[in-house]
């Protein structure tokens, strides 16, 4: 099949897509008529952009090579990631610009995309320079030839994707009016619905894989466990775990979040029964009746002052049964942007570890990506993710 000479580079930016561009000459096959940037901004939203990405479909074509520059794409994570890239490797041979991939029996982790590429799937060759060039390895090629890989692939996906993807009109109305209530009062855009829709569904798969799998260790992915989301936001994460059978209490501060959202979620995927939410600050924990199997802070534990957070982290313990959980997951401030918003509440490591111990007997860190276990010594120097035991 005949193939342009054209270029694709997916960035962050139009500086980083010049960058990478220029760093890939050295191992590009031949000189190209046509360069195409897709950049992961604000505008990469836009469906309509010919320019730009949407987290639900791919731009069309097939181009020589593809070039994915650092960190890109970064939200985009777990099972669709893997299908994205697959299909992008039907097309072109993939050139992803990462750190010395880390290689384990169950697969190679890409650091730079935090993408652990399963053998079965890809093939995976170092080049110099940094550079990784990522193809279909040959059982998924045969089942790409048949029109089955990009199935098999999102058979992955949390229903809640599924669900999105066919109501984005009115998750972005429904965010846009509840954003008037409680972020500066003032109404967001339909771009801003969209990169929180993206932001919501990357912690439903990663959040959402890492806790079933976690559940399935502790016996109880089966049988139904009591889950309370401290912070839940609008609820997608308790909605994905209610899907799978379990019993979620969601606590948000937001009332708005609730209101126009996560009502609406719930009721619309038929698991109202099985998802509660609360609108209140963490302390309205000590009107939970517990025990719950797991009491999760993903992204929410820095906002409660620190001088509160040994005695809500005691509460918690307090509320967990005897086999329970506590997860807590947060950007280290070592990893974090100095501009981000809430740069200055961020914890160093070395902070929420004695938080924790002070609290409870047991506590364990995982990367959020391969999900395997770290030393805690390392802990403060990426994603954290603590699992702590009474």
């Not at 940037?37 to 990469?44: E, I, K, Q, T, Y």
């Not at 009107?287 to 509460?315: H, Q, S």
């Not at 942007?337 to 160093?348: I, L, N, S, T, V």
């Amino acid at each position: 099949m005949y193939r342009s000479s054209s270029i694709w580079v997916f960035a962050v930016s139009e500086e980083t897509a010049a960058a990478a561009l220029e760093a890939a000459k050295p191992i590009l096959r031949s000189e190209w008529s046509e360069v195409r940037r897709f950049l992961n901004g604000s505008a990469a939203l836009d469906p309509k952009s010919d320019e730009s990405l949407s987290p639900f479909s791919l731009p069309a074509g097939r181009p020589e090579q593809i070039i994915i520059s650092s960190r890109f794409p970064f939200l985009l994570a777990s099972p669709f990631t893997l299908a994205w890239l697959a299909e992008l490797a039907q097309r072109a041979e993939l050139l992803i610009a990462n750190l010395p991939p880390q290689r384990s029996s169950t697969g190679v982790c890409l650091a730079q995309t935090d993408l652990l590429a399963e053998p079965e799937t890809f093939a995976l060759e170092d080049r110099s320079a940094g550079w990784t060039a990522v193809t279909l390895a040959p059982t998924a090629r045969k089942a790409a030839d048949a029109g089955m890989l990009e199935c098999d692939l999102r058979k992955r996906f949390p229903t809640t994707w599924h669900w999105f993807s066919k109501n984005i009109d009115e998750f972005r109305s429904r965010y846009v009016t509840a954003s008037a209530s409680y972020i500066d009062k003032c109404r967001l855009s339909p771009q801003a619905a969209d990169a929180q829709l993206i932001y919501t569904l990357h912690g439903v798969l990663q959040k959402g894989l890492f806790l079933q799998r976690r559940l399935e260790d502790m016996g109880i992915a089966r049988t139904g466990a009591r889950i309370l989301d401290m912070g839940g936001g609008y609820g997608a994460l308790a909605v994905e775990m209610a899907l799978l059978g379990h019993h979620c209490t969601v606590l948000e501060l937001e009332q708005a979040k609730i209101k126009y959202v996560g009502s609406w979620l719930s009721e619309s995927l038929g698991v109202r029964e099985l998802v509660r939410f609360r609108s209140g600050a963490f302390r309205a924990i000590d009107e939970e009746p517990g025990p719950f199997d797991v009491i999760c802070f993903f992204g929410a534990l820095l906002y409660e002052d620190r001088p509160n957070l040994p005695g809500l982290l005691t509460k918690c313990r307090d509320r967990l049964t005897r086999n329970g959980r506590l997860f807590v997951h947060e950007t280290p401030k070592v990893r974090a942007k100095p501009d981000a918003r809430d740069y200055q509440r961020q914890f160093e490591g070395e902070e929420l570890d004695g938080l924790l111990r002070g609290a409870f007997s047991d506590v364990r860190y995982f990367s959020i990506f391969s999900m395997t276990e770290i030393d805690s010594a390392k802990a403060g120097e990426t994603l954290l993710l603590a699992e702590a035991r009474p």
